[in-house]
T-cell receptor
Framework: AQSVTQLGSHVSVSEGALVLLRCNYS??????LFWYVQYPNQGLQLLLK??????LVKGINGFEAEFKKSETSFHLTKPSAHMSDAAEYFC?????????????FGKGTHLIIQP | ETGVTQSPTHLIKTRGQQVTLRCSSQ?????VSWYQQALGQGPQFIFQ???????GRGNFPPRFSGLQFPNYSSELNVNALELDDSALYLC?????????????FGPGTRLTVL
């Protein structure tokens, strides 16, 4: 069975600093990987996804993530944090070999931006 | 382009009751997936409907059931509500099935079971 681990339930960075949110996955086959963002009282919005093309994936709002098969990781980064980035971030995996096309999510990381 | 919408926004029920949640998919999307998000947790996959048929199911009991209509809107029904069913229920639509297809989420329905 596939699973996702997000290290750090809360991450705090200063405005303008580097954002790094960690995601490690467990899957029997190379998976598809997604990062979603959830603002308070809203649904999830896709930031970016990896579907076995380029290992460095660029998303919206200046975010990017790098797929590293050897480390089974898909960490999310942004060079310079903005106050508007404060939100909950979820990493998710989808197994191409699985029977159902549901996403398996991590528990989320709450990103706090300090002024 | 209208996104995914869900109704109602909030709902309060008592233990043992039944509830129906509704979802309208994004224009052009024929697939709907439902997720349960407990407080402080990531969403958990309940099931998926594709062209009015259940296409896959997560680890949820049969009292969680669903429907998809010819216009691709969907309902989630939960019978015999339990306290642990209190959660945010998210609907997501997509333009087809497949592990790599992006799912577009609605704002959710907050269900409280007393």
């Amino acid at each position: 069975a596939q699973s996702v681990t997000q290290l750090g339930s809360h991450v705090s960075v200063s405005e303008g600093a580097l954002v790094l949110l960690r995601c490690n996955y467990s899957s029997s086959v190379p998976p598809y990987l997604f990062w979603y963002v959830q603002y308070p009282n809203q649904g999830l919005q896709l930031l970016l996804k990896y579907t076995s093309a380029a290992t460095l994936v660029k998303g919206i709002n200046g975010f990017e993530a790098e797929f590293k098969k050897s480390e089974t990781s898909f960490h999310l980064t942004k060079p310079s944090a903005h106050m508007s980035d404060a939100a909950e971030y979820f990493c998710a995996v989808s197994d191409p070999g699985g029977g159902a096309d549901g996403l398996t999510f991590g528990k989320g990381t709450h990103l706090i931006i300090q002024p | 382009e209208t996104g995914v919408t869900q109704s109602p926004t909030h709902l309060i029920k008592t233990r043992g009751q039944q509830v129906t949640l509704r979802c309208s998919s994004q224009s052009g999307h024929n697939t709907v997936s439902w997720y349960q998000q407990a407080l402080g947790q990531g969403p958990q996959f309940i099931f998926q409907y594709y062209r009015e048929e259940e296409n896959g199911r997560g680890n949820f009991p049969p009292r969680f059931s669903g429907l998809q209509f010819p216009n691709y809107s969907s309902e989630l029904n939960v019978n015999a509500l339990e306290l642990d069913d209190s959660a945010l229920y998210l609907c997501a639509s997509s333009p087809g099935v497949g592990a790599g297809i992006t799912q577009y989420f609605g704002p959710g329905t907050r269900l409280t079971v007393l």
